[in-house]
């Protein structure tokens, strides 16, 4: 039972648009949220993160927006580049620590010069 | 220049074959994981350890084997036992597992002759 979902198998966004990538989590329990970039043939590197505490969580191009009554995340990327272009994760914890951590599916996205 | 070490990059394993998987980092950090991923599904956890001759099973450690004799090494070994083996490993290693952020290698990409 997929506990954190990304609906959205690839998004493709023409270059200095607004990305929004979307993330659904079912566990209310859930109160730290994470976001990995992948690129192909490389391990996930973290991008961003948000505590439950906070509705939004902003690190240059990169900002994390959470509704935890919807129970939705979303990451912005603005403008989007082409080097964007990567497998995005994200991932929820329940405060349990890095040992529980439940990651999406992945959303492909490609950034169009 | 720290970071997480996988190798090999891809590996051949034979009916009925155990095979091992290298993970080595140098960030010192405490806690490590294997991850399996498969296509459409999220990362899922095999096996993490906490500390140096600790570690503990995730969710799917059936067929799977770890050992943690030094902080710096995390080896995983697919045994026989696994029926369903073909997949993109990747290790992880994290502060502790109170520290959500974790820190992935390459990945070891496993096929079954």
């Known amino acids: 039972d997929q506990q954190v979902k990304q609906n959205s198998p690839s998004l493709s966004v023409q270059e200095g648009r607004i990305s929004i990538l979307n993330c659904d989590y079912t566990?209310?329990?859930?109160?730290?949220f994470l976001w990995y970039k992948k690129y192909p043939a490389e391990g996930p590197t973290f991008l961003i993160s948000?505590?439950?505490?906070?509705d939004k969580n902003e690190d240059g191009r990169f900002t994390v927006f959470l509704n935890k009554s919807a129970k939705h995340l979303s990451l912005h990327i603005v403008p989007s580049q082409p080097g964007d272009s990567a497998v995005y994760f994200c991932?929820?914890?329940?405060?349990?620590?890095?040992?529980?951590?439940?990651f999406g599916t992945g959303t492909r996205l490609t950034v169009i010069p | 220049d720290g970071g997480i070490t996988q190798s090999p990059k891809y590996l051949f394993r034979k009916e009925g074959q155990n095979v091992t998987l290298s993970c080595e980092q140098n960030?010192?950090?405490?806690?490590m994981y294997w991850y399996r991923q498969d296509p459409g599904q999220g990362l899922r956890l095999i096996y993490y350890?906490?500390?140096?001759?600790?570690?503990q099973k995730g969710d799917i450690a059936e067929g799977y084997s770890v050992s943690r004799e030094k902080k710096e090494s995390f080896p995983l070994t697919v045994t026989s036992a696994q029926k369903n083996p073909t997949a993109f490993y990747l290790c992880?290693?994290?502060?502790?597992?109170?520290?959500?952020?974790?820190?992935f290698g390459p990945g070891t990409r496993l096929l079954v002759l």
């Open positions: 566990n209310s329990m859930f109160d730290y």
């Open positions: 991932a929820a914890s329940a405060g349990t620590g890095a040992n529980n951590l439940f």
């Open positions: 948000i505590s439950s505490i906070k």
């Open positions: 960030l010192n950090h405490d806690a």
């Open positions: 992880a290693s994290s502060i502790g597992t109170h520290e959500e952020t974790q820190y």
């Open positions: 350890s906490q500390i140096v001759n600790d570690f």
